[in-house]
């Protein structure tokens, strides 16, 4: 019997964009003296200033979410489908929400995910001991989630001799579970899986033992009759016989279905008993 486990999923890390400054040459403004000067050089050396992502380099003003146009100068960004996006907008349009503590499942963070559900990681956890199941399999019922253990535990048949679990084969015997090892001739300890027995009371035997000690004996062969093979038999006062073996005692002609008469221990065809 196999399982499903789930692999942990990484959501997308947000990032910070690099920064670079270009400096302008003196010569740009060395005409220019005093605190004109400074200014000026100032000036232009915020217009150069450009941040850079992946080769890519954009202007500080230039450099914003492609849904709100906020600025993503020095703030957690990531890129979906070549745009960039800010980590609010992020959360909000492409984020999972976490099924069992219904929050978002941040990026860069490590998600579960299982028929069409995310979970944190720390979030999906068994129902019966409560620890997280991880990459570990588990069996789903009814919507909950337990790890193999104790979904045996709690849900599998028990077997009705040991109390043990009973975790695949095994034999139905009055509609209780028993392994295969536990279920016994209670004569011979012989295993009774895959093979003929009979009951006496709510206990199985298998044929030899039932037939020792239980079985009537047919009248002509003095054999067990065990309801096994030829398991008709026929019963006139307190004997039986085996439905073959039910025959004139004279003639051997079959009495079954049709008259008969009896003589002390014998019975006889109407022929016989005319003679």
Not at 131 to 152: H, L, M, N, T
Request: some cysteine; overall charge negative.
């Amino acid at each position: 019997m196999t399982f499903p486990t789930v692999s942990p999923v990484t959501t997308a890390c947000m990032q910070t964009p690099a920064r670079s400054a270009k400096s302008s040459s003196s010569t740009t403004h060395g005409w220019m003296d005093g605190w004109m000067d400074g200014w000026i050089d100032r000036f232009l050396t915020s217009l150069l200033e450009e941040l850079y992502y992946e080769d890519r380099h954009y202007h500080e003003h230039c450099f914003r979410c492609s849904h709100c146009n906020h600025s993503l100068a020095d703030k957690p960004f990531t890129c979906q489908e070549d745009a960039l996006v800010c980590n609010d907008c992020y959360c909000n349009e492409f984020s999972s929400k976490c099924v069992a503590c219904g929050k978002i499942v941040m990026p860069g963070s490590k998600q579960l995910e299982y028929g069409g559900c995310a979970w944190h990681e720390e979030c999906f956890v068994c129902c019966g001991c409560e620890q997280p199941i991880g990459a570990q399999s588990f069996i789903p019922d009814k919507g909950e989630y337990y790890c193999v253990p104790c979904y045996k535990g709690r849900f599998a048949p028990h077997c009705s001799h040991c109390k043990e679990i009973l975790v695949q084969g095994g034999v139905t015997y009055r509609d209780e579970p028993w392994h295969k090892e536990c279920f016994l001739c209670t004569g011979c300890k012989v295993q009774l899986a895959g093979q003929p027995f009979t009951t006496q009371g709510e206990d199985p035997y298998c044929v030899k033992c039932f037939s020792n000690l239980y079985a009537q004996k047919c009248s002509a062969c003095d054999k067990p009759i065990t309801g096994f093979g030829e398991g008709k038999y026929v019963s006139f006062e307190e004997r039986q016989w085996h439905q073959p073996c039910f025959k004139c005692s004279e003639c051997s002609v079959s009495l079954v279905g049709a008259g008969f008469f009896p003589d002390g221990t014998k019975i006889l065809c109407k022929s016989c008993n005319a003679k």
